[in-house]
């Protein structure tokens, strides 16, 4: 079966998807920043902090999407091709 780069790419990160420490750390990393400006704009009373504290945040979801599209993309043409195959087996077969 002929995979492109992109597909064998996404096929070897979940094949090494064995622990969420690396998943967590990194989510912790990101996040913990956004919500320590966050708090520290609410305890000031410093809107643009919180403003900023948001675009952050909302920075982080859009590209946490724009992944997890790609992703769903990439893994829709692995199982249309697996699925081809599996077909085409099926019809030799009962021939």
């Not at 064995?18 to 704009?41: H, I």
């Not at 009373?45 to 919180?50: H, L, N, Y």
């Amino acid at each position: 079966m002929k995979f492109s780069s992109e597909e064998k790419t996404l096929i070897s990160e979940y094949a090494r998807f064995d622990s969420t420490f690396n998943q967590n750390g990194f989510l912790l990393a990101v996040l913990t920043p956004v919500f320590a400006f966050a708090g520290y704009g609410w305890i000031t009373s410093d809107v643009i902090a919180m403003a900023l504290a948001f675009m952050g945040l909302a920075g982080f979801v859009f590209w946490y999407l724009a992944k997890a599209r790609q992703s769903t993309r990439i893994l829709a043409s692995i199982c249309q091709k697996l699925e081809a195959e599996k077909s085409a087996e099926t019809a030799s077969s009962s021939t």
